[in-house]
């Protein structure tokens, strides 16, 4: 019923930038909350920055002044802007999104499968 897929992962450089995009699709009504969580190996999952629809955002302390989450509600897109990208960045990012469809009546969070973010010292 919903997809979400993100893109724009990769390998870079300590200091370089990276821009995450994700986009959801299918038999949306409404959604409410997106946002970024990334996963190291042997490591938990973290929330990274979240946005509502109405632009309210929230941030973790270690990307604070790095990294800028910004939405296209037209396009039911998020993007995640990341600056000065650390080795510890090193993660799988995944996109979250609180969705109302035709047929739930009421918000479900969806995930979509990752996308790899390498940073090299």
């Known amino acids: 019923q919903v997809q979400v897929v993100e893109s724009g992962g990769g390998l870079v450089q300590a200091g370089e930038s990276l821009r995450l995009s994700c986009a959801a699709s299918g038999t949306i009504l409404s959604i409410n909350s997106m946002g970024w969580y990334r996963q190291a190996p042997g490591k938990q999952r973290d929330l990274v920055a979240t946005i509502t629809s109405g632009g309210s955002t929230v941030y973790a302390d270690f990307v604070k002044g790095r990294f800028t989450i910004s939405r296209d509600n037209a396009k039911n897109t998020v993007y995640l802007q990341m600056n000065s990208l650390k080795p510890e960045d090193t993660a799988v990012y995944y996109c979250?999104?609180?969705?109302?469809?035709?047929?739930?009546?009421?918000?479900?969070?969806?995930w979509g499968k990752g996308t790899q973010v390498t940073v090299s010292s």
């Open positions: 979250n999104a609180d969705v109302v469809t035709i047929y739930s009546g009421r918000y479900l969070f969806y």
